[in-house]
């Protein structure tokens, strides 16, 4: 069974820098996507940041400030803040979709990581 496990969320002042990392385990062949989306209070749920084999893929509201990045070996996907907004405060999902078998693809969230801009 496929899990995701995010770690890295808090509280920071504006200007400031966070570093999220979501982690798939299980049995995993290879990792077609992965992905970084935010929920605000009262909003729906946005995409943050995308990455797959071909390249990444940002949110207006965070390019240039933000940074995805992924560690194959380690199935695992991270996403670097910067420059950090009191508008960025959000719960911050992963979301995966992974090659899973030869003909079978899995496509799941992980459980949310808090993500707090404030002085």
């Known amino acids: 069974q496929v899990q995701l496990v995010e770690s890295g969320g808090g509280l920071v002042q504006p200007g400031g820098s966070l570093r999220l990392s979501c982690a798939a385990s299980g049995r995993i062949f290879s990792i077609n996507a992965m992905g970084w989306y935010r929920q605000a209070p009262g909003k729906q749920r946005e995409l943050v940041a995308t990455?797959?084999?071909?390249?990444?893929n940002y949110a207006d509201s965070v390019k240039g400030r933000f940074t995805i990045s992924r560690d194959n070996a380690k199935n695992t996907v991270y996403l670097q803040m910067n420059s950090l907004k009191p508008e960025d405060t959000a719960v911050y999902y992963c979301n995966a979709d992974l090659k899973v078998g030869i003909t079978t693809t899995w496509n799941g969230w992980g459980q949310g990581t808090q993500v707090t801009v404030s002085s």
């Open positions: 990455i797959t084999s071909s390249g990444t």
